[in-house]
């Protein structure tokens, strides 16, 4: 009987050993191939300029050295793809900033949330200077991150702020913290940006952090679709996660997390637990 129940035991510690063994070699493997299709997608991105620059500059060459030999309509052909080696352009320079998102070495700093978004919205406030802006920034907001990518999180999210709330006669733009109880490793903490712009249909929420995936057309606002995409990886190279709520035409609220990871597996679960509970939408992945 004890001999059966030890022999079980060495069995099951077997399988434990293998199945551990797999998923660790499934991991390197899973690594490697997301490493090898960044380096791909940078190198691609990168060699796209050159013929994309030659398409612009011979096309302004026409409109402006020819200008005499073509008329209004063939004029109007020539700055059509101008605007169009544009866009692309900047899909490709905002594909460089996700890849180098993830590709580039953090050095890890006590960083002042509160100041680095106040910086960050008095260039907003400069680009639009007509526009009125009331902004709730809460003070003494510090984040052990990365200085650089947690400065390109915060444009990001505030610039989506100010971009969705230039239908409204005064911006409110809030970055907050709100507590969430954490077991016995004290309370987590999940930061926003707040605003009370054109929302979104919640239906929709997770499709927002896919590359080039928007629910506003470009005509309604300008943009690429690549700006949330950046911020979750991002986040999610902090040990954070981060999730959107929204109604349309009532503003959007999005939230993360830093450094969840490095402080315990039962920090998760709270994380988890507070979602649940205010029935948000859940953007990450472990
Ligand atoms: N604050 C917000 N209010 C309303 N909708 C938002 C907000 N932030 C993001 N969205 C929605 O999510 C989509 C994706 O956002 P994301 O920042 O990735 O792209 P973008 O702002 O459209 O373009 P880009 O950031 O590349 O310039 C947006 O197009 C919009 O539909
Ligand atoms: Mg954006």
């Known amino acids: 009987m004890e001999q059966a129940r030890r022999q079980a035991e060495e069995e099951l510690r077997k399988h434990r050993e293998h199945l551990k063994e797999l998923v660790e070699e499934r991991t390197r493997e899973l690594k490697a191939a997301n490493k090898e299709l960044d380096a791909f ?5 990168h060699d796209l300029r050159a013929p994309l620059r030659g398409i612009d500059g011979f096309s302004m060459a ?14 109007g052909y020539l700055r059509r793809v101008r605007a169009a080696a544009q866009r692309m352009g900047q899909l490709i320079d905002d594909l460089l900033a996700l890849s180098r998102a993830i590709r580039t070495d953090m050095l890890l700093e006590d960083i002042d949330l509160g100041k680095t978004a106040q910086t960050i919205l008095d260039e907003l406030r400069e680009q639009a200077p007509e526009r009125a802006l009331e902004a709730k920034v809460a003070p003494d907001l510090f984040v052990r991150a990365d200085r650089r990518l947690l400065r390109t999180v915060l444009e990001n999210l505030l610039g989506n702020a100010w971009k969705f709330t230039a239908c409204r006669d005064t911006a409110v733009i809030e970055l907050g913290v709100l507590d969430v109880e954490h077991g016995e490793q004290g309370p987590l903490r999940a930061y926003y940006v707040r605003d009370n712009g054109a929302g979104f249909d919640m239906t929709y929420a997770d499709k927002l952090f896919t590359p080039f995936q928007r629910l506003h057309t470009t005509e309604e606002f300008p943009g690429t679709g690549i700006g949330l995409a950046t911020v979750q990886r991002i986040i999610h190279r902090l040990g954070g996660r981060v999730w959107a709520e929204g109604k349309v035409d009532a503003g959007a609220t999005v939230y993360f997390t830093v450094g969840e990871k490095a402080r315990g597996s039962d920090s998760r679960e709270a994380a988890r637990s507070v979602l649940s509970r205010t029935q948000r939408k859940d953007n990450a992945h472990a």
């Open 41 to 45: 997608a940078y190198s691609v991105s």
């Open 62 to 75: 026409l409109l402006e050295d020819y200008q005499d030999q073509l008329d209004e309509e063939g004029k």
